[in-house]
């Protein structure tokens, strides 16, 4: 009967120490763990924030073979014609649209620009004709003596100019040679994109077979997915603000509505700058020229734009990628914080990039 006991007791303490040894293991694997998650952060931020730009042209090279590459199989099935040349072909094609688009938007802001400085004057004295009626309401509102309020705005709008025009030249200049070199740098990036992406073309059957036998690659083609469902989220939300701003424009009676409403939807997809950029001088500009509707509407559409951007975009985003809409609505507002106006598609793919390392590290036994 002690035999007994003592087997018993030299059991439970086995079980013990087996049970306080596996405990130690599961909080040594936790630690490490979170460190792997930590680790992942900060690289993903450094991979994202140096060397992204760096092989940018090749990402987005990759990205397009990986959407075209199955209409060209079937398109190379049916005319007879290599991969690579319909892909050389649509790439031609696609840089010409562009450079047509670009030329003729110049050409139109080019010209918009000309008729402004033709029509200074009258621009000049129809501000002018605004600001008297202005302050004479102001003044007879607040009881003040007639010109005070004119004169004191005069004198500040004096002081104004002056600092103005000390600073505008150099930071004219300064601006011409920043959009020089963003000229430069955006055209090389095309430019080599374009190329890296013919000759993908020739050889992704292959790089697409070795990245299958790859276990990473399961990985990769997740993310490739959800970066995809982003950015048809963002082209859906792109032609809907488009739609909106055309509409309340031209029901607004707004010359030129058209344009107007399609460039304001286009910069709507650039945080720092949205809509109000182009809506906002619209509506004073309508006010100026007395059309007090046009200005009404071009206010009113410019915050359906922002109610819009601010719905749609937590919803589509988290139905694309699969992620809560809260969590997407954070990855843009940190992305820009952070990344700058780039964040908008950077803090996403962050979240994308880190939400699947994190799947990874806890989620797989």
Known sequence: MGNFFEKNSCLEKKDSAADAEENRENARSCRQKVLYAAGLAGGLYAVLRYLLPLVAPFVFAFFIVRILYPQLCRAEKRLRIRKDILMAGFLLLLTGILAAGFFFLLSKGTAWAVKIGSESGAIKDQVNIA??????????LLGREQGEIRTFFQDKGDEMAKTVGREILPKAADWTAKSCSFALRTGAFWGIGMIAAFWLCRDYARFSEWMKKSEIWENIDRILRMTGGYC?????????ISGITVLGLWIGKVRNGLWIGLLAGILDALPMIGTGIVLIPTAIWQLLNENPQGAAFASVTYVACIAARELLEPRLLGAQIGLPPVLMLLSVYAGVKVFGAGGIFLGPLYTVLYTEGLRQIFCRS
């Open 131 to 140: 600001f008297e009626n202005g302050c004479c309401r102001a003044e007879e």
């Open 232 to 240: 048809r989220a963002q082209l859906k939300i792109l032609v809907i």
